[in-house]
């Protein structure tokens, strides 16, 4: 079945650098979400990509639709002490009958 | 417009007790996930339902259960609690859109 890998699965970081972490599938996705989750709370949306190609971005964050559909890319530029937390890439299956998540990327900022 | 509400935040129980979980949707939204989140595991998909009815399960024995009421809240149920099932409990709603917003989440320890 369908499944989201993601990578790397944790990064430690100096506050100012960017990152780039990225989510792949073995199968077509139409709709792309990132999120991140603060520790004991829900993921709070960050970014939605719905077309192939497409870029977004959301004050120091930039995502990516990949070409191929099969994949998908998000940066932080500047890193700040508070974008500590999981990362997870998200989106229903080829077929909207289920919905899928990456197993996150734990981001550390050393101030 | 108001978040996903979950209530409670935070339940302690022992093992062999049941439990039931809430969760109000964002208004407007009549599609609801339950999901299991646990450190080693990651998010694991419980249910999901639209206008009623259950549209999808994930692999959970019959202990876990839920339902969703014409208003769209929903609940979860988790009868005979083992140990395993101390987890955050995270509730999403959405609309057709696929974008799925979450609860702050119910944090369940079993004794």
Redesign the interface.
């Known amino acids: 079945g369908q499944q989201l890998n993601q990578s790397p699965q944790s990064m430690f970081i100096q506050e100012g650098e960017d990152v780039s972490m990225n989510c792949t599938s073995s199968s077509i996705f139409n709709t792309w979400l990132w999120y991140k989750q603060d520790p004991g709370e829900g993921p709070v949306l960050l970014i939605a990509l719905y077309k192939a190609g497409e870029l977004t971005s959301n004050g120091r964050l930039t995502a990516q639709f990949g070409i191929t559909r099969k994949d998908s890319f998000l940066n932080i530029s500047a890193s700040i002490p508070s974008d500590v937390g999981i990362y997870f890439c998200a989106g229903p299956g080829y077929n909207f009958n289920k919905f899928y998540f990456g197993s996150g990327t734990k981001l550390n900022v050393k101030p | 417009k108001a978040g ?1 509400t ?1 209530t409670p935040r935070y339940l302690i129980k022992t093992r062999g007790q049941q439990v039931t979980l809430s969760c109000s949707p964002i208004s407007g939204h009549r599609s609801v ?1 339950w999901y299991q989140q646990t450190p080693g595991q ?2 694991q ?1 419980l249910f ?1 339902y639209f206008s009623e009815t259950q549209r ?1 399960k994930g692999n959970f024995p019959g202990r876990f259960s839920g339902r969703q009421f014409s208003n769209s809240r929903s609940e979860m149920n988790v009868s005979t609690l083992e140990l395993g099932d101390s987890a ?1 409990y ?1 509730c ?1 709603s959405w609309d057709t ?9 119910t ?1 369940l320890t079993v004794t």
């Not at chain 2, 859109?97 to 979450?102: I, K, L, P, T, W």
């Open positions: 996903v979950q996930s990651g998010l998909f999901e999808n955050l995270l999403a859109s696929y974008e799925q917003y979450f609860g702050p989440g944090r």
